[in-house]
């Protein structure tokens, strides 16, 4: 029965959402007219910590491969300009970097957090074999682990390619099939990139050539938008899968990106 039920009941309700929806109007302004800059929007976005890391591909450049494992705070990636490398890419194709976000509450990943902190400037980053004891690391007991667990996936395959390639293709592979936040879209094009490779080089021909019609199908040529490949990355699918198509005694390295 709806006799019971009367204005005087619903009215701090709406008034309550009514101000919820002004409030939230407001700091829309306010973030569109730079007074509330993108550093407090990064600091509440459960973000503690970037990560950049770059494929140990024989096609990598010294600049880039000096940048693997730089850690970053969120207040420095949201400057403007602001570049994980300390120097310009030196190859014409620019080699493949990602840069991962996490909250890091895990034993390993704190200490990192800690010591970003406490460092100057761009000053710290990890060794490759501390970037992979990080991974390793109890994330999945920590109460980060959901926030966490794409960017460690992610971290995880770009690290192992060299040493273990069914992590980094299982990796690269949960990636691709679990992105759906806006905050992973980077790590999508970069994951099917490194995947193609790796199932190339690996002899896997059907499975290479579905991920790159995935790819394909994912980002079709005639579409743009946040993320999407590059020409020169549309370009390495395209060699990539008429290699698979030819079936050339050797893969093709002249394009690693
Ligand atoms: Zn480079």
Redesign the pocket.
Known sequence: MLEGIHFSDVTPYLVAILGLLVLWQYYQLQIMAGRILAVDIFDRSGIRMYIYV?PDDDS??????RAHGRIFLPSQVAKNGFSP?DGT???SI??L?VLVGLYGAWLEARAVVERVRAAKKGGFSLSPEDLRALVNGQWEQSISADTDRLGIHMIEAVCYEKINQAVSIAGYRYVISEVKEVRHLLLLVPAYLRLSLLLVRSGATKDAREVIERFERRFPVKKRGPHFPTVEQRTAMKIRKTYLTENQPAPPTSVAV
Do not use: D, M, Y
């Not at 990598?60 to 491969?65: I, L």
């Open positions: 770059t990598r450049c010294e600049v880039c491969a490398l890419c030196q190859r620019p080699c970097g």
